[in-house]
């Protein structure tokens, strides 16, 4: 319908303006790893754990224009079909209301919509497991083969797709594993599904295998985190998380779809709640355990909460209960825009503060490009993948951030180049060292950054070039290292 449409191209444009001019830490990454795919010598990479299918589309439209620009213009385009998809999804499993509302409440999510402004993953693989829940959902009521046939390859490369956006999805196979044990799907059509999705994971999987010595092995660091992680797992943190994305508007929404009364219907429970509280619960479960947790990893399971916000409101059908309905709604939506900035999550990580340093990073990296030979690194211990993405240079994460750097130095820095030094960050090597070492001479100072040029010791000089494969380690971030 037209007004479906323009919901459409509202949440289209809403996600892509303002494009930010500076980067937040996974938006480096997922650029830099894109810019570095097939390259012998990448400058920064972490596709080694990273979820390749980002990279790899940002990759393929960097081949027609800026990769940062199609980037804002991808996540955009995801949070379209976002809404899209909430809509078929709610119309599916409740009515056309249900569906409209849910399609309502994705679309002027704050949280959403402010994280369809970065390139990270978290939007498009919420968008593709709605897609391929959608597809699934599908098959229980479709009839003909070949329809069903189609579904059943679309329910399953969307799946896939999801798993190598994020691949903690790898939790919602469990749905329709369900689906068919309960005899809501046929057998044919999922092991179909199943085909389609191996067929698509395969390429992947098999990288993996030859290049990490096992093909599981992303998938279980995402599932059960990375080790040495500087977090430690919060069984209530996503508890948190929930108010701050879906807001009181889709927790009011969710309490009149559980209230009595409020013509709920029978007997669709089994068919239709527990698979969508399967996909909610295992991967909340799942996050919930694991050591490394920001709020936006919840994203892809709110879908679930659009759809059951969006029914609860589509049945405040008589007249007082509409009347009470809409008032709350509009209460808790002045108290969200009263409190934009938490709803966004912008406080939870200091992403101003964060993306000041970024600009800063900018700035130096412009003064610094010209500088640089080809044989020259960059070293940092503080925003690395930002750091590599405006330089282009060979970036190389220094380590240890501790006091043990002075006991590994000159080792872990064993070719010339240049440092940048960000004040604020209290790691190691701190400035007063570098300022006494004739190793380092300071060439620029910008505000929260200083750049040094660095020769390496006279020593180090003197030992056996080590092999590139070795000097390279820029292109892999620390074991458990994740500061922002």
């Known amino acids: 319908m037209p007004w479906i449409a323009g919901l459409i191209l509202l949440a289209f444009f809403a996600a892509l303006f303002p494009i930010p001019k500076a980067l937040l830490w996974d938006e480096a990454v997922y650029l830099s790893t894109a810019e570095n795919l097939g390259k012998a010598a990448p400058y920064y990479s972490e596709i080694s754990h990273r979820p390749p299918l980002l990279p790899l589309l940002l990759r393929l439209g960097g081949s027609v224009m800026r990769i940062d620009t199609f980037g804002h213009l991808l996540s955009a385009a995801f949070i379209a079909a976002g809404v899209l998809v909430m809509y078929l999804l709610g119309r599916r499993l409740f009515n ?273 490009r010209p500088q640089l030979h080809a044989t020259d690194v960059v070293y940092t211990s503080s925003l690395y993948p930002i750091v590599a993405w405006y330089s282009k240079a060979n970036t190389v994460a220094l380590w240890p951030w501790t006091d043990e750097f002075y006991a590994e130095y000159p080792k872990n820095m064993k070719r010339d180049g240049y440092l940048v030094f960000y004040k604020g960050f209290g790691k190691e090597p701190n400035q007063d060292w570098l300022d006494h070492r004739l190793e380092f001479r300071k060439v620029k100072e910008f505000p929260d950054v200083t750049i040094y040029a660095y020769s390496i010791p006279v020593p180090l000089r003197s030992e056996p070039e080590s092999a590139e494969g070795a000097d390279r380690v820029g292109a892999e971030r620390p074991a458990g290292a994740r500061n922002r």
């Open 96 to 368: 056309r209301t249900a569906g409209l509302i849910s399609a309502v409440l994705m679309a002027a999510c704050p949280f959403l919509l402010h994280f369809s402004h970065k390139v990270m993953t978290d939007v498009p693989a919420a968008v593709l497991a709605a897609a391929s829940m959608l597809c699934f959902f599908e098959l229980a009521g479709e009839e003909d083969e070949e329809p069903r046939r189609i579904t059943a390859i679309a329910a399953g490369v969307l799946l896939a797709a999801a798993v190598l956006m994020r691949f903690v999805l790898g939790t919602l196979f469990v749905v329709p594993v369900y689906l068919v044990l309960l005899n809501r799907v046929a057998f044919r059509p999922v092991l179909i599904a199943a085909g389609a999705a191996l067929a698509t994971l395969a390429p992947y999987l098999l990288w993996a295998q030859i290049r990490q010595g096992g093909a599981w092995k992303p998938f279980a660091a995402a599932m059960f985190g990375e080790g040495g992680s500087e977090k430690v797992a919060d069984p209530l943190y996503y508890f948190v998380a929930l108010f701050m994305i879906a807001g009181p508007v889709v927790l009011a929404g969710i309490a009149f779809y559980l209230a009595p009364g409020m013509g709920r219907r029978r007997g669709d429970n089994v068919g239709r709640d527990i698979p969508l509280l399967l996909w909610f619960g295992v991967l909340f479960v799942c996050l919930s355990l694991s050591q490394q947790q920001e709020t936006r990893y919840l994203i892809p399971a709110v879908p679930v909460l659009f759809l059951y916000a969006g029914a609860g409101y589509a049945r405040c059908t008589r007249r007082h209960v509409a009347i009470a309905a809409t008032a709350i709604a509009l209460i808790a939506c002045g108290y969200q825009v009263a409190h934009l900035q938490y709803f966004r999550g912008m406080q939870e990580l200091g992403e101003p503060q964060l993306l000041a340093y970024s600009e800063r990073t900018r700035e130096a990296a412009d003064f610094l």
